[in-house]
Nanobody
């Protein structure tokens, strides 16, 4: 049974940092591209970041470039999302997702097969 479990969410002030983790089990982790997405109330799920199966290539959504960093640890089956300089507009439920590796990274929600339950991030001004 595939499981993706996010942790590390919380409530912070604008300008502060948070580090999210996603622990993966039930699949061969180093054969899967990983992604982070977020969804605010009343909005569509939004691409945040993704990385290939070995962490050699990473891509970011325009709204988080330069502030967020995605890292994977294939020895521990974990992906992280380091979030710095947080803004109130970063407030959302954050999800990690997995897809069997492809020829190129993708920011599309529908391309990811496995999803976690999410962790809430709230940034106040």
């Amino acid at each position: 049974q595939v499981q993706l479990v996010e942790s590390g969410g919380g409530s912070v002030q604008a300008g502060e940092s948070l580090k999210l983790s996603c622990t993966v089990s039930g699949l061969t982790f180093n054969l899967y591209d990983m992604g982070w997405f977020r969804q605010a109330p009343g909005k569509e799920r939004e691409f945040v970041a993704c990385t290939d199966m070995v962490g050699a290539v990473t891509d970011y959504g325009n709204s988080v470039k330069g502030r967020f960093t995605m890292i994977r640890d294939n020895a521990k089956n974990i992906v992280y999302l380091q979030m710095n300089s947080l803004k109130p507009e970063d407030t959302a439920e954050y999800y990690c997702a997995a897809r069997f590796f492809g020829l190129r990274l993708t920011p599309e929600v529908l391309d990811y097969k496995y999803w976690g339950q999410g962790t809430q991030v709230t940034v106040s001004s």
